[in-house]
């Protein structure tokens, strides 16, 4: 008799177990998933930028890949800002409906900024000769654009994209640069 109920016990284990894979599968086909992740890196040296931007401006999450304050400003300069500022993926396909979920993965805040044509940001000294664009100007001063921003390990959603090509710039670091495809 006590087999008979272990027996009975795994059996009936198996019945939900089976009921749960099923409902989990039901709940995917009815509700695609419809998120799509973009990342803000960056490289900024805690020492040199807090000397200038403030106590906490940039936390420490390069682990030695670090560029100073003034080295960013003089790569910019030059022509060949520095890489380690970027967002990726640099272009991405997705359906409309999708989500995006921006992250600030980096140490300093960014922003993710629709524009009509690449170009420069609101910082002169960092645009590489480029105009700012008209969506970047003000700086945070203009709501629209301090709309936009992301903070370190914070997030932006940007959802109800219409089909065709948009394009997103940081304001701050304008060769941060990324292309979404709307299918
Ligand atoms: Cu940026």
Redesign the pocket.
């Known amino acids: 008799m006590k087999i008979t109920v272990t027996k009975f016990g795994l059996l009936a284990g198996s019945l939900m177990f089976a009921g749960g894979l099923m409902f989990a599968e039901g709940t995917q086909e009815d509700d695609p998933p419809s998120f799509a992740q973009v990342v ?1 890196l ?1 490289e900024c040296d805690p020492t040199t930028f807090n000397a200038v931007l403030g106590a906490d401006f940039c936390k420490n999450v390069a682990l030695g890949a670090a560029t100073k304050f003034a080295d960013l400003f003089k790569k910019a300069a030059a022509g060949t800002p520095d890489p380690g ?1 970027d967002f990726e993926p640099d272009t991405l396909n997705i359906k409309k409906g999708t989500t995006l979920n921006v992250f600030d993965q ?1 140490g ?4 993710f900024t629709e524009v009509t044509q690449f170009g420069g ?1 609101f910082i002169n000294d960092l645009n590489g000769g480029e105009a700012t664009v008209p969506e970047c100007a003000g700086g945070f001063s203009n709501v629209a654009v301090a709309k936009t921003r992301i903070l370190q390990g914070s997030q932006r959603q940007i959802s109800g994209l219409s089909k065709g090509e948009h394009l997103f710039e ?4 304008p060769w ?1 640069r990324m292309k979404v495809e709307v299918k």
């Open positions: 803000a960056d500022w980096g300093e805040p960014h922003t940001g940081c304001c701050i670091h941060m």
